[in-house]
């Protein structure tokens, strides 16, 4: 019974989170495109177990309205939007899970 009212429970939550995000990025009418900023940030991202890290961080931060990793890139380039008025730093994050970020230099 309590497995029942656990998985209902977790499910819920992740309804909502997904709601949330949606609303975030796609019907949110406050959403300024000039409000936005891209961070990008070289990776070393190999393999599908080091994509799925980083879209566990990702897709479970509220701050984080979304993001892609470009690997056909030499260098795998991690892109991620975000509010300008926010700070985010990712890198203690990675770290924690085994990927190395380095912030991109951009002209």
């Avoid at 990008?40 to 566990?56: A, E």
């Amino acid at each position: 019974m309590n497995g029942i009212l656990l998985r209902n429970i977790v499910y819920k939550v992740s309804i909502r989170t997904l709601y949330y995000h949606f609303f975030l990025y796609y019907c949110n009418p406050f959403r300024d495109k000039k409000r936005m900023k891209e961070l990008k940030y070289i990776t070393n991202i190999q393999n599908n177990d080091s994509l799925s890290k980083v879209s566990d961080i990702l897709d479970n931060h509220l701050d984080v309205i979304s993001w892609q990793v470009d690997t056909f890139h030499p260098e795998r380039i991690l892109t991620v939007e975000t509010d300008e008025r926010i700070t985010l730093d990712l890198i203690p994050l990675m770290d924690e899970k085994g990927v190395d970020i380095q912030p991109l230099e951009q002209n």
